[in-house]
């Protein structure tokens, strides 16, 4: 953000109050940021923008001719003004220089006879220190006033309505994708946040990730902000939202670290159920209380992999950037697909859910699948998931069969039915579950030529299951 002062109001300092502006009034909202002198004939190339430059023409005494190129240069380098005082070294400020300033809208200004160089020099100059002196203020007041949020434990409702009782207008805070995470007071009846709303955007951002966006009605409402343009931010307000936006940032990045731990320890604590580790019924009460799981009904467990991702086999790198990126989408995909009945997390190569099919059974499982194969297509793109599912248990400690099954059905599915299927052992029968036991068998003789394995089928509870033994 440029400091500066208003060539407005630079004109009201009493070294100025008798200065003329001959031309190109409509350009006085102009910030002047330095003051210079010019002193040589080839003032352009030292000149810079914002300046407002002080001359008495003596450099173009004897070059008036070179004073009618001298303020369409001025203006195409973007200075505030050009003040000249006269009467000295020129009789009168040439027409030429009047009309082009005027065409320009480039303020041209004419200093009285005894207008005093320094004591112009030392007001405007004084009149910028003090503009940033007081623009400084005002940010530390807007830092402090959001900072008390954050140490409050406010959440970002606080922080959108304080930002729109600093600037009046009407913002909202989004993610980053597009979803309104909070607004203030009034947002949602001036449609904010909505397609088509009137909006000015500022990112929410940590290190280059995007976690969002601040977003405020483009046009004020305030009786300070009445002479802005539409869909512009003065200074102010400027330094609020960037500053709303910090702490958005810093508030998200927090959520973001206490769900992802949240999240692990959930995981953990199913991993163990499925894994048959916990066999108190009272430790998993409190558990299923604290994590909302609803264990009451039969559920069984769908287990799903990455086979291929952007057209190439995905080869499960896990800890890299990559997988971590591709296991989150899949365990979203889960979470949309399957409900939030679903109870589903995100494991070291893979996700897993326990879904309760209900009335339908197996058919409710198999439609699930595909459904998560969809949305996980659409998630994405070029990838291929495989799903294995276990049987129904009404039991949440018999999970671990459910498991089991779930796995093996995803090991062997894949070498009987091809990638990017979902798998039941159950819908085999006897005759499939033979020919995908030799199937592995014959892929595991090639690969482990130490050992010597023989397929076992074993019915339970009318799933065929398959057992690997050593011969």
């Not at 290190?207 to 200074?235: K, W, Y």
């Not at 859910?353 to 070029?382: F, K, M, W």
Request: proline share 6%; hydrophobic share 45%; glycine share 10%.
């Amino acid at each position: 953000m440029a400091d500066g002062v208003l060539l407005r109001e630079a004109l009201k300092l009493a070294p100025l109050q008798r200065a003329r502006v001959v031309a190109g009034a409509a350009g006085l909202h102009r910030l002047v940021h330095q003051i210079n002198i010019m002193e040589v004939p080839d003032i352009l190339p030292w000149v810079k923008p914002g300046q407002l430059l002080l001359t008495t023409a003596y450099p173009l005494r004897d070059e008036k001719a070179a004073l009618a190129d001298l303020v369409p240069g001025l203006a195409a380098r973007g200075l505030a003004g050009f003040a000249i005082k006269p009467s000295r070294y020129i009789d009168e400020i040439p027409q030429v220089m009047v009309e082009a300033a005027e065409r320009l809208a480039f303020p041209l200004i004419e200093l009285p006879p005894e207008a005093s160089f320094d004591e112009v020099i030392n007001a405007v100059l004084g009149s910028i220190l003090n503009a940033q002196a007081m623009r400084l203020e005002r940010s530390a007041a807007i830092h402090d006033r959001f900072t008390r949020i954050v140490l409050g434990g406010g959440g970002l409702r606080e922080i959108a309505q304080t930002l729109t009782d600093l600037i009046e207008r009407p913002a909202a805070i989004l993610d980053p994708d597009g979803t309104v995470l909070a607004t203030s007071a009034g947002a949602g009846a001036h449609g904010l946040g909505n397609a088509g709303a009137p909006v000015t955007a500022h990112p929410i951002q940590v290190d280059g990730e995007q976690h969002g966006s601040i977003v405020v009605l483009a046009q004020g409402q305030g009786e300070h902000l009445e002479q802005e343009q539409p869909g512009e931010l003065g200074e102010d307000a400027l330094v609020a939202v960037e500053q709303a936006a910090m702490v958005a940032a810093l508030r998200l990045v927090q959520a973001r670290g206490l769900a992802e731990a949240d999240r692990r320890f959930q995981a953990v604590c199913l991993e163990e159920l499925v894994a048959g580790h916990v066999t108190d019924r009272g430790v998993l009460h409190e558990r299923a209380l604290a994590f909302g799981w609803d264990l009451s009904t039969p559920r069984a467990v769908l287990v799903a992999e990455l086979t291929e991702l952007d057209g190439r086999r995905f080869s499960r790198p896990t800890g890299t950037p990559e997988a971590g990126r591709a296991w989150h989408r899949l365990a979203e995909a889960f979470t949309s697909a399957l409900g939030r009945g679903a109870i589903v997390w995100q494991r070291s190569a893979g996700v897993a859910a326990l879904v309760a099919p209900g009335r339908r059974g197996r058919d409710a499982l198999l439609a699930a699948a595909a459904s998560l194969q969809t949305e996980a297509a659409r998630r994405l793109p070029g990838s291929v998931v495989a799903v294995g599912i276990g049987r129904t248990c009404p039991d949440p400690f018999e999970l671990a069969a459910s498991h089991r099954e779930a796995l093996r059905a995803l090991a062997v599915g894949g070498a009987r039915a091809g990638r990017g299927t979902s798998h039941c052992l159950k819908t085999w029968g006897w005759t499939g579950c033979w020919q995908a036991a030799r199937t592995v068998s014959w892929r595991r003789s090639a690969t482990v030529r130490s050992a010597r394995w023989r397929p076992t089928m074993t019915p339970t509870r009318r799933i065929c299951s398959v057992r690997w033994m050593p011969s």
